[in-house]
């Protein structure tokens, strides 16, 4: 990604790794630093310094933030390590003894400290100018908000609690004056994430003001509602209270798409990893929501090889998917994290066998994408138009979330299309995760 944002004489280089949430903990860094008269440089060698935002989650994330790591150390020399693994300070030290300076997660102020030690900040006011919106990594039609770090679930697999600590809320009037912000800035498109999306405002309850100056997040997508445009839940956890959004997507307050990492389908496994949430209640919840909004579009994750899932085990998992006809799938083949609560369990499943579990399992979930897609050829759908080149227009509905899931392609009569507008498509061809189509 190319930044050349600002005039100031230091110039900061930036690696942005790992998820959503770690992409806005870089902007919210790089804001800061442009507000102060810095520079973001888009290369190693006219950086001054470089920050490296990293991902500890799994063992490959940690081993692709080492290597990061390592590139910037040897084509600049001045590195700042910030994010998840900076909890493992040992291991970067082991790996890359030079660094500057480690900090952890969503630490921004120690963050500029240490640019400060490095590269004092210009005194020049007029190079303080910054967006109301800050600096964003995204394209200029969509952006993520985050209304919350940290998480209190107990995962037996994952260490984010560990990583983020606990949940701790924004302010709702907060996290509205950004969105307020965002929309006016030419946004079209909010993705609302966080660790526990459903959770928002759970911390808050025992304050005398909770419920006033946060609510939950109901009074908080209600709210977003209000900005006419499009407003997109990730990380949501089958709790009650998702149901009372689902009437906001029917009526099309937000857009009819939840992101519900449910991980695993047996109550067995499920009550192995110590999720907040079992195979009977989650069918009935998502049977239900799709009766109040027959629109809805479900995307998850699901992990194969977690420790004692057996062939039975899986094939639960491959028959639960298809009955549920989840829409959009993701699949991880178990990593035995160092520090989660999950790496000393009995019963570790063999590489091989997960790579077969994983490589079946994406059979299955392509084969129902497709067959779900077909059923959209004739339909008319909105779309969002993400970018126009001499060949046609990326696009994506209303049931696509950007990067990972499908898009839509217009290749014909285009070429008045702009990245951000929305228009109406008539679906003519589907593939198993792309649809084609042509302006109405």
């Given amino acids: 990604m190319e930044l050349t944002l600002g005039t100031g004489d230091n110039k900061i280089g930036l690696i942005s790794l790992g998820c959503p949430k770690a992409l806005v903990d870089s902007e919210r860094i790089l804001t800061r ?3 102060e008269g810095y520079s973001i440089s888009s290369s190693y060698e006219e950086a001054d310094a470089v920050i490296v935002n990293t991902c500890g989650f799994l ?5 692709e933030s080492l290597s990061s790591i390592e590139e910037a150390m040897s084509k600049n020399g001045k ?3 910030t994010g998840c693994l900076g909890k493992e300070k040992d291991l970067i030290r082991k790996h890359s003894p030079n660094v500057l300076a480690i900090t952890g997660p969503h630490q921004y102020e120690k963050v500029i400290e240490e640019v400060h030690k490095v590269l004092p900040p210009s005194k020049n006011p007029f190079v303080s100018l910054v967006p109301d919106t800050g600096i964003k990594l995204t394209p200029r039609h969509y952006a993520y908000l985050k209304i919350s770090e940290g998480c209190n679930h107990k995962c037996k697999f994952c260490i984010i609690p560990d990583l983020r600590g606990p949940l701790v809320s924004r302010k709702r009037s907060q996290i509205i004056r950004e969105a307020e912000k965002l929309a006016d800035a030419g946004v079209r498109e909010l993705m609302i994430i966080s660790q526990d999306t459903s959770a928002y405002g759970f911390d808050q309850l025992k304050e005398n003001n909770g419920k006033e100056d946060f609510g939950d997040i109901l009074d908080l997508t209600t709210e977003l509602g209000d900005l006419n445009i499009w407003i997109r839940l990730h990380y ?4 009650p209270s998702v149901e009372k959004i689902i009437p906001l997507m029917a009526s099309g307050k937000i857009l009819p798409y939840l992101d519900i990492p449910f991980q695993h389908s047996h109550p067995e496994i499920l009550k192995k990893m110590a999720r907040p949430a079992n195979h009977t209640n989650t069918s009935e919840k998502i049977t239900s929501w799709r009766k109040i909004c027959p629109e809805l579009t479900i995307r998850s ?8 899932e057996t062939e039975e085990h899986f094939q639960n998992l491959l028959n639960w998917v298809e009955e549920m006809q989840i829409d959009r799938i993701g699949c991880f083949k178990y990593e035995n994290v160092r520090g989660s609560k999950s790496f000393n369990m009995p019963d570790q499943v063999p590489e091989a066998i997960k790579n077969d579990r994983f490589d079946r399992f994406m059979e299955k979930a392509q084969e129902i994408s497709f067959k779900r897609l077909q059923k959209k050829i004739g339909s008319t759908l909105d779309v969002i138009v993400d970018q126009v080149d001499k060949e046609g227009a990326t696009c994506r509905t209303k049931a696509d979330a950007p990067e990972i899931d499908g898009n839509l392609f217009i290749d014909s009569n285009f070429q008045g299309l702009k990245p951000g507008e ?3 498509v008539i679906v003519d061809e589907a593939s198993e995760y792309d649809l084609w189509g042509t302006l109405t």
């Fill in 33 to 35: 630093l442009k507000s």
């Fill in 59 to 63: 063992d490959t994330a940690k081993a």
């Fill in 79 to 81: 590195v700042i390590v």
């Fill in 236 to 239: 949501v956890y089958p709790y």
């Fill in 301 to 308: 994750s699901f992990i194969v090889g977690f420790p004692g």
């Fill in 422 to 424: 929305f228009c109406k």
